[in-house]
């Protein structure tokens, strides 16, 4: 069940995504993290946030919205009081997503990170749908992109992964630009942009009127988006995007990726990351296939 993303080897492909899974702590009772492959931290920004104002959370018929706004501690809070538990926790495996408004803030939420130990690569946001500023806006400007990335790779200690937007029309060609930048591996999708209306007041459901779609509706088009991206990259592509059962993992890898990520999943049943990891080990063994790695971009297209 092993599989290599840019020099850091996983004992299972499946990761918990960001933002759907605390700071990992908070699952250890729950999920045993040496059945996974790795988790990804709350999106960790330099100074606290409080996030956006309730509702920011609903459900639709194939998934959810949220407009969190990225919510956390702060990365520094993070290094101090949540890394240290969560290394300590058997099989621990931690990504560090970061987040900022600026490049600069990007910048030096990694260089905070770089002197804390055990994280073994950083994720960085170029994708979040709900915030005015910074997240999106860098993942869907191709020049913003090439900049933030080639900042961040100037100063990062540890494998940078770059998390793409798939609020795009071409996505090949911003994980190249991403590639072109320095990132050692790419994730993708993060949320769709999307709106709901609740047509009894007339009022947007979610108070920040936009909100980021995930889930099983989006899979069809995460699926499609980690396809052209693997053939548009020689990095590895992480897919993710609406995976709720080993199966679905089965094909994005099938459409390209090395490994794939779990999030909304976890908000219907909080062991989905394990489940699926398990899951996909019973698939391999079934189906006659001694390396899970074989499955990636095996899809016959
Ligand atoms: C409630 C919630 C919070 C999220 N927060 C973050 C975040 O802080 N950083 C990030 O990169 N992605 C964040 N995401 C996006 C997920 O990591 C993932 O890219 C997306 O939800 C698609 O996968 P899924 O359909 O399996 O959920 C969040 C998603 C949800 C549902």
């Not at 960001?18 to 988790?39: H, N, R």
């Not at 104002?53 to 949540?82: D, W």
């Not at 995007?241 to 909304?264: H, N």
């Amino acid at each position: 069940m092993r599989v290599n993303i840019a020099g850091v080897e996983l004992q299972s492909p499946v990761i918990a995504a960001s933002g759907t899974f605390g700071y990992g702590v908070e699952f250890e009772e729950i999920v045993s993290l040496e059945k996974i492959g790795a988790f990804v931290t709350k999106g960790l920004s330099l100074e606290p946030m409080a996030g956006n104002p309730s509702p920011r959370i609903i459900e639709t018929a194939a998934g959810m919205m949220n407009a969190i706004g990225l919510q956390n501690m702060g990365v520094r809070a993070f290094v101090e009081e949540k890394l240290p538990k969560a290394l300590a926790i058997r099989g621990a495996v931690v990504f560090a997503n970061v987040f900022g408004f600026t490049v600069e803030e990007c910048v030096e939420v990694i260089r905070v990170l770089n002197d804390a130990p055990g994280i073994a690569m950083y994720e960085l946001n170029a994708s979040c749908p709900n915030t005015s500023h910074g997240g999106m806006v860098f993942g869907t400007d191709p020049s913003l992109l090439y900049e933030l990335v080639s900042f961040c790779k100037g100063v990062s200690r540890r494998p940078l992964m770059v998390k793409l937007s798939p609020n795009v029309t071409n996505i090949g060609y911003m994980a190249r630009v991403a590639e072109d930048a320095g990132a050692d591996a790419v994730s993708l999708v993060n949320t769709f942009l999307a709106l709901s209306i609740d047509i009894e007041t007339g009022k947007p459901r979610i108070a920040n009127v936009t909100a980021g779609l995930s889930g099983p509706a989006i899979k069809p088009i995460a699926v499609r988006m980690v396809h052209e991206t693997s053939k548009s990259v020689r990095i590895p592509v992480v897919g993710m995007g609406g995976i709720v059962r080993a199966e679905d993992a089965v094909e994005f890898m099938m459409a390209g990726a090395t490994a794939v990520q779990v999030g909304t999943a976890s908000y219907a049943d909080p062991r989905a990351v394990e489940n699926i990891a398990n899951g996909l080990k019973k698939w391999c063994a079934s189906h006659g296939l001694g390396e899970v790695r074989s499955l990636t971009g095996s899809a016959l297209m």
